[in-house]
C-alpha cells in the first residue's frame, strides 16, 4: 500500500511552491515510491558489509596545495544583483 | 526552587589550511570579498569535491589529543537546509560515521577540575559569510543581506561535548581548555576575534535531584567565552522564568544577541529530519589504517594537563602551574631556559607570570623584542636569594636588562643597585644615623621600641635603600 507523505512539508523543505494539483500527484508518486523503499528494507541485510558508495573504500585526497580561484568579475556577472564586490540576496532570515 | 542547568556545548574550530577542504581555493582572512572562490566552492553545476588531506590528518590528530577513538572508516553525509551563504543549499558535513568518537578532556579551574566527556569530533565546510544590512546589521531586522564566499569550503572541525556541564562558568572553562588543546595542536590559528573558534550550547534545567533531562534548547552566535558565558546565563535565567510562571520551554533554536545581552527565538526550526542527511555520493569514503593513526599520534605535543602537571611536579602550585602553561610559548619558554640555566622554578615563574608579563604589557612589546633570555632570568633569581638585590632593586635591574643595559649584574652595578652587605660599611653608617639621631638613641633606650623602625629608615635612607635589612637590624641590636 503507497505510503502517505507530508508533500507540503516536504515541499517547503525544498522550497518548492506547488499547487494542490502537483501536492496531490506528488502525494501519490512519492507514496508508491516509499512502499519500494519499505520493502528493499525489509530484506534481510545482518552480515552483509554496509556499502555507502560504490567506489568501496577509496581515500581519494588532494594535497593541501592552492590553485588559482576564478576572476571576481567574471563570477559576479553570473549573480542577479552586486555590490562592492558581494552577492545580495533578499534578508538571510525571513 | 533551585533549578540545575545542563548543558552541552559545540565547538567549531576552522582549520587554517592552505587550501579549503573540497578545492583548492586559498583559506585566508581578510581578503577582499569573492576573491578565494571557484566553480566548486561557489557550487557551479558539474563541480566535484575532492577532500584536503592535511585537514584529515588534522582532525585525527585533534580527536587523539580529545582521548577519542578513530572509527577505521568514516563517511561524509550532504546536510540540506536553505541559506544565503550556502551555495549548495548542502553542506557537506558527517552524520553516523564521524572521524573521531568517544572522547574526554580534563578541565581544571578555580572551583576544581572536571572532565566532559566529547561525543564526537567530525569534518564538515564552513559557510559564507552574511553581511545583513539596514536596521543596524541585526539579522532580524536586516533589509538585505551581502554574501562573501571566501570562508565557504574552510575545513570546519565540529567538537561535540556530552552535556556534563552544570554551570556557564564550567563552560567558560571547557571552552578555553578546549581552545588551548586546538592551538597547541597547531591544528588552526585558534583565534578568537576572526571566528576561527565558534560556540552553540545546548542549555535546559531541571530541579536539582532529577536525573530527566528538561526540554533543551540551542543557542548560536557566539564567538566569545565572555558572550558563551552571558548567553547561557541569559538563557538559564529565561527558562527558570518561564517553568516558575507556569509555562513550558520549547524545544528551539535561539539567537544570542550580543548588544542587547538577550536571546531571540529564530522563526525556522528543522529538526534532524528536515536536514534529510544522505552520504554525499561525490566523496568515496574513508578508511584510516593503524599506521596512519599512529602517524597522527606521534604528531601531538605537549598538552596544556601534562604540561600543569610537569610544572607542579617542579613545586609550582596549582595556581601558579595553571597561570604558566596557559601563557604564550614564548614566556613558557623563557621560564624553562631559566629552570635549565639553574633558576629556582618558584621564583622564575613568579617572574614571567608577574612583572615581565606586566612589563611587556607596558612596553606593548613581545619577548622577541627585548634582549631578556633564560640565563638572565636565573641570575637575577639568584643575585635575589643570595641576598645580593633586594627584591625592590631586582624590578629595577629587570627593567635594564629589558632596556637593553645588560646583564643582570651588569645593570645592578651600573644603576648601583647592590645591597651593602659590606659589615665594615654598614657598622660605619649605622653609627652616622645613631648620632645624628641621639634624641630617638635617647628614646628607644627609655622603652620606646617603636623608634627603632625609624632607625632602619634612616639607615636604608642614607645608603639609598641598598642596605641589606637583616643586616641593619643585626647591627643595631648589638648597638642600642
Known amino acids: ?94 | 526552587m533551585n533549578w540545575a542547568p545542563v548543558i552541552g556545548i559545540e565547538v567549531h574550530v576552522e582549520l587554517d589550511t592552505a587550501s579549503k577542504m573540497f578545492c583548492g581555493c586559498r583559506v585566508s582572512f581578510g581578503d577582499p570579498p569573492n576573491t578565494n572562490v571557484c566553480p566548486v566552492c561557489l557550487a557551479l553545476p558539474g563541480s566535484l569535491p575532492v577532500p584536503n588531506r592535511e585537514a584529515i590528518e588534522r582532525i585525527i590528530r585533534l580527536g587523539l589529543a580529545l582521548n577519542c577513538r578513530i572509527n577505521p572508516g568514516s563517511v561524509f553525509h550532504r546536510k540540506n537546509y536553505y541559506y544565503a551563504d550556502l551555495p549548495k543549499n548542502y553542506q557537506i558535513s558527517q552524520f553516523d560515521i564521524p572521524v573521531c568518537v568517544d572522547g574526554w578532556l580534563d578541565v581544571e579551574s578555580d572551583e576544581g577540575s572536571f572532565r566532559v566527556g566529547i561525543e564526537r569530533v567530525h569534518m564538515e565546510e564552513d559557510t559564507g559569510k552574511s553581511v545583513h544590512v539596514g536596521e543596524g546589521g541585526r539579522i532580524h531586522t536586516a533589509a538585505e543581506t551581502l554574501v562573501d564566499f571566501n570562508r565557504a569550503g574552510t575545513p570546519l572541525v565540529e567538537i561535540v561535548s556530552r552535556p556534563d556541564l552544570r554551570s556557564a562558568a564550567d563552560a567558560r572553562a571547557y571552552t578555553q581548555e578546549l581552545r588551548a588543546v586546538v592551538a597547541e595542536t597547531g591544528v588552526s590559528d585558534a583565534r578568537m576575534e576572526r571566528g576561527s573558534v565558534r560556540f552553540d550550547a545546548n542549555v535546559s534545567i531541571r530541579p536539582p535531584q532529577s536525573q530527566k533531562l528538561g526540554v533543551k534548547v540551542e543557542i548560536k552566535n557566539m564567538n566569545s567565552f565572555r558572550s558563551l558565558e552571558k548567553a547561557i546565563r541569559a538563557e538559564v535565567d529565561r527558562q527558570v522564568e518561564l517553568v516558575e510562571a507556569g509555562e513550558k520551554v520549547v524545544m528551539e533554536t535561539r539567537h544570542w544577541d550580543e548588544s542587547a545581552g538577550i536571546t531571540h527565538g529564530m522563526r525556522t526550526k528543522e529538526g534532524s529530519s528536515d536536514y534529510r542527511y544522505f552520504t554525499e555520493p561525490d566523496l568515496a569514503p574513508m578508511v584510516f589504517s593503524e599506521s596512519w593513526v599512529q602517524e597522527a599520534r606521534s604528531q601531538i605535543p605537549e598538552l596544556p594537563a601534562r604540561r600543569r602537571e610537569r610544572y607542579r611536579h617542579l613545586g609550582l602550585n596549582p595556581g601558579s602551574a595553571r597561570v604558566l602553561a596557559g601563557s604564550e610559548p614564548d614566556l613558557r619558554g623563557l621560564f624553562e631556559d631559566a629552570v635549565e640555566s639553574g633558576a629556582a622554578p618558584v621564583p622564575a615563574a613568579n617572574w614571567v607570570t608577574g612583572d615581565i608579563t606586566a612589563s611587556l604589557r607596558r612596553r606593548n612589546a613581545c619577548l622577541g623584542d627585548v634582549p631578556l633570555h633564560g640565563e638572565d632570568l636565573a641570575a637575577l633569581t639568584a643575585m635575589v636569594s643570595q641576598g645580593r638585590i633586594s627584591a625592590r632593586a631586582a624590578r629595577q635591574v629587570l627593567e635594564g636588562v629589558m632596556d637593553g643595559e645588560g646583564s643582570p649584574t651588569r645593570v645592578a652595578r651600573a644603576r648601583n643597585l647592590e645591597q651593602i652587605s659590606d659589615q665594615a660599611a654598614l657598622e660605619q653608617v649605622v653609627e652616622e644615623v645613631m648620632s645624628a639621631h641621639s634624641q630617638a638613641v635617647e628614646r628607644y633606650r627609655s622603652g620606646e621600641k617603636k623608634v627603632r623602625g625609624f632607625l632602619v629608615g634612616q639607615v636604608m635612607r642614607a645608603t639609598s635603600g641598598r642596605a641589606d635589612p637583616r643586616a641593619v637590624n643585626q647591627i643595631l641590636s648589638t648597638r642600642l
Do not use: C, K, W
Open chain 1, 1 to 94: 500500500m503507497p505510503i502517505d507523505v507530508d508533500v507540503a512539508h516536504v515541499a517547503n523543505l525544498a522550497r518548492l511552491a506547488l499547487s494542490p494539483e502537483e501536492l496531490d500527484r506528488y502525494r501519490q508518486e512519492l507514496g508508491v515510491i516509499l512502499e519500494h523503499a519499505s520493502r528493499v528494507q525489509q530484506v534481510e541485510t545482518s552480515g552483509i558489509m554496509p556499502l555507502s558508495h560504490p567506489l568501496g573504500s577509496g581515500n581519494v585526497f588532494r594535497p593541501d596545495e592552492p590553485s588559482p580561484s576564478l576572476d571576481r568579475e567574471e563570477v559576479l556577472e553570473m549573480a542577479p544583483e552586486s555590490r562592492d564586490g558581494f552577492f545580495v540576496t533578499p534578508p538571510a532570515l525571513d
